[in-house]
């Protein structure tokens, strides 16, 4: 729906071009040359002031984006004055006239109330100042008046009052797709949480009793399990970052499946292709130690009572575009039925959770075609990949979605 309003607001502004832009930029127009018609370059210069304009726009509107976004704006008004506001202040002028910053405040009160758009004179005592007229254009989203765009001329103007009102409307979609982008944020780390809070209490017991039992017979190897069990804990609880890479999250599996190790002893077994070359990429953190975990649970605890040793294997390969993740293990496996009323969050047995929130995440942040693909039957163990695209926009390991 984000890319369905992103592109109409897009088709609204060539027509704020041909309507506004025509006027005052025919005669610059006809002197490029053959490059097109005035009609043409109006568009084409009214979209690349959009686009310059929107990026600051994306992270809401605070004083630093309005005084970003703000020339911008104006010059796709072509007016010789433009602020921004809050519910409060102007958050920043941009042109002559700024003198009038109390009296446009004043005259906010019933736009910002009612949320519709009005036009005022304004009284001023310089005598050169060309500011004698302001439209007002309340920004909206989701029906709630965040401030307000004022475009300010020397005089009345029944076509500035239309284009004002356009770039309002584009300008409120684009703080719209800035609370879209704030509340998939808040989402993703409310998810990691969740995992982090379905890091298993016994695992934890667990890892720390196998530590206590090498403490007498073997210092050394419990002196390494501990280095092991803290730079799991330390990777799993960091504070920073909704990505990071294949490498750094293959590395925290490996401490991970140590401790395992340590506890079980020959009753598992790792196997582990991993092709450099998928290293670097990023992919959502804590996105592939939750399907470990569970083929840890399913493969190994959930065969106790069946003969021999437990394999899991790890592949990561290298298919052009993409990095092919795979997970599989020879335990006891799960009914399909349950498997899927588990990734539609109708029910969470141990380690469903964790299913059911990385397939969400993968979703969230590369599309429905790249959740995980699960083949599993009772008795038949269970196989989970994972296609993680080399290059996604907004994907990136230093930080969070490309506002960071």
């Not at 309340?138 to 709630?144: G, K, S, Y």
């Not at 684009?174 to 808040?186: G, H, K, N, P, V």
């Not at 290293?279 to 939750?290: K, N, S, T, Y």
């Not at 469903?352 to 995440?361: P, Q």
């Amino acid at each position: 729906m984000s890319g369905f309003i992103a592109g109409l607001c897009v088709a609204i502004l060539p027509l704020l071009a041909a309507g506004f832009w025509l006027g005052r930029r025919t005669v610059r127009s006809q002197n490029m040359g053959g490059l097109g018609t005035p009609v043409e370059h109006a568009t084409f210069e009214t979209l690349h002031t959009a686009s310059l304009a929107a990026p600051p726009l994306r992270a809401g509107l605070t004083e630093e984006t309005a005084r970003k976004s703000a020339r911008r704006l104006r010059s796709l008004l072509g007016t010789d004055a433009l602020c921004l506001t809050d519910q409060k202040d102007v958050l920043v002028w941009d042109g002559v006239g700024g003198h009038h910053r109390t009296e446009i405040m004043e005259l906010l009160a019933g736009p910002l109330e009612s949320g519709r758009g009005e036009a005022f004179p304004l009284t001023c005592d310089t005598p050169d100042c060309p500011v004698r007229w302001a439209v007002v254009a309340p920004l909206t989203v989701d029906d709630r008046v965040h401030g307000a765009l004022v475009a300010c001329a020397p005089r009345e103007s029944a076509v500035l009052v239309r284009a004002a009102g356009e770039v309002a409307r584009w300008v409120s979609v684009q703080l719209e797709l800035a609370d879209l982008d704030q509340s998939r944020t808040r989402l993703i780390e409310a998810e990691i949480k969740a995992l982090r809070a379905q890091i298993s209490p016994h695992f934890i017991f667990n890892s720390l009793a196998v530590i206590a039992s090498f403490v007498r017979t073997d210092p050394e190897r419990a002196r390494e399990l501990l280095l092991e069990f803290a730079d799991f804990t330390r990777y799993s609880f960091r504070r920073h970052g909704d990505f990071t890479t294949l490498a750094d999250e293959l590395h925290a599996i490996d401490h991970y499946l140590a401790l395992v190790r340590a506890r079980f002893g020959d009753r598992l077994s790792v196997t582990l292709q991993i092709a450099p070359e998928v290293l670097p990429v990023a992919l959502p953190f804590l996105c592939l130690q939750p399907l470990v975990e569970n083929a840890v649970k399913h493969g190994l605890e959930g065969r106790s009572a069946l003969p021999g040793k437990s394999h899991i294997s790890i592949t990561a390969q290298d298919a052009g575009a993409e990095a092919l993740v795979v997970i599989e293990d020879d335990g006891a496996g799960m009914d399909p039925a349950l498997l899927r009323r588990i990734l539609a969050g109708e029910v969470s047995p141990s380690g469903g959770i964790g299913l059911s929130n990385v397939d969400d995440r993968l979703r969230q942040v590369y599309g429905d075609a790249y959740g995980l693909v699960i083949e599993t039957a009772p008795g038949a163990g269970m196989k989970i990949t994972a296609r993680l695209p080399k290059y996604q926009p907004g994907v990136h390991s230093a930080g969070r979605l490309t506002r960071e």
